[in-house]
C-alpha cells in the first residue's frame, strides 16, 4: 500500500521540482536580462548619421552639424553652448590696471603743467596790479588782463575736458577690445560658443536714484543660471587681471 501511495504521489512531485526549476531559470534569466540592459546603457549608441524622431507635426532629423547637435538646415538650428561674464568687474579691473592708469597720468601731467602756467600768469597779474579799484589809473588796464586771463583759462579748460572726454572714450574702447580678444581665448578653450555680458543677480544695487535702480535691474539678464557657465574669473586670469 504504501509503494502503491508513493507511486500515485510521484507525478505530483516531479510537477513541483519542475515548477521550482522553472521558476528558478525564469528568475535567473530575467536578471541576466536586466544585466544586460543595464550593460547595453553603458554602450555607445551608433555610430549613425542621424536620429529621427517622430511628432504629431511629423518627424524631426537630429544629426551632428560640425560638432553641434543639429535640427535643420539653417544656422540657427543649433544647440549652442554658452557662457557669461561678469562685464562691469573686468572693465573696471581693466581700466584700473597699471597700463591704463600710466596713459592716465601721462595725460594729467601734461594737463597740470599747463594749469600750473595758468596760475602763474594770474600771480603776476595780481603782483602787478595788487587791489585794482574803479577810478585807479591802471584799473582798466588790470580788468583787461584778469578778463583776458579767465577767457583764456576757460577755453582751455573746456579743451582739456573734452580731449579728456574723448581719452577715457578711447580707453574703454581698447579695454573693451581686450576683453573680446580673451574672451574668444576663453571660448575657444572651453567649446563655447555664446558668450553673454551679465551681472550677478545677487549682487548689490548701490543705487541712489529710481532710474538708476531700473538700469541696474536690466543689467541682469539671468534671474537664475548654473554656476558653470560663469567665465569671468578664466577671462580675468587670462587678463592677468587680480581676481577678488
Known sequence: MT?????????????????????????????????????????????????LLSGKDGPMTIRNEAGRIAWGDAAASRAYAIGCIHIDRIMKGLLASERYAFERQKFDEEARGQGEEFEKRSKELQDKFPDPKPGDPNFDEARTGFLALQVEYEKWMAQIQRIQSKHMAEQ??????????????????????LVYRFMPADRDFGSQELADAMVQVQARPFLKYPSGIDLTDEVMKELALPRE
Do not use: F, N, W
Open 3 to 51: 509503494g502503491m501511495r508513493l507511486t500515485r504521489q510521484l507525478p505530483t512531485m516531479i510537477l513541483c521540482i519542475l515548477a521550482g526549476v522553472a521558476g528558478a531559470i525564469a528568475t535567473h534569466l530575467l536578471s541576466g536580462e536586466r544585466a544586460v540592459a543595464k550593460e547595453v546603457l553603458r554602450v555607445d549608441l551608433g555610430p549613425a548619421d542621424a536620429l
Open 172 to 193: 574703454v574702447e581698447k579695454a573693451y577690445r581686450d576683453l573680446v580678444a580673451a574672451t574668444e581665448v576663453v571660448a575657444a578653450r572651453g567649446g563655447v560658443d
